[in-house]
């Protein structure tokens, strides 16, 4: 988890972000597969979001490869909004959301 801005979100394609308030960015989350199905990637966001709140930050952004489809379903189903595409430094390509909290 970040607190400062990530120069790869200064620019989205094909939609916009939610919102222009400072942001925290989560980089990775990650479960053990003993333990996946148990809620920890909801508790571990819902931490972030404690953090983030605590020091006035409204916005949550990430992003991940379009092809992970588990990651991608987690975040929907804790209230991210899909916003569009990033490109990394490598030029990559990652889908961006975002959450106001």
Do not use: Q
Not at 4 to 15: L, N, Q, R, W
Not at 40 to 53: G, L, T, V
Not at 62 to 82: A, C, F, P, Q
């Amino acid at each position: 988890m970040f607190l400062e801005p990530e120069s790869t979100y200064d620019k989205i394609y094909d939609g916009e972000w939610l919102s222009d308030y400072p942001y925290t960015v989560v980089h990775r989350v990650a479960v053990s597969e003993g333990n996946k199905g148990k809620g920890i990637s909801h508790e571990i966001m819902r931490f972030a979001e404690k953090i983030s709140k605590e020091r006035n930050i409204k916005s949550m952004k990430i992003d991940t490869h379009e092809d992970n489809k588990v990651m991608r379903s987690m975040l929907e189903k804790n209230g991210y909004t899909y916003c569009g595409i990033i490109y990394l430094e490598s030029g990559d390509t990652r889908v961006a959301y975002e959450k106001l909290i």
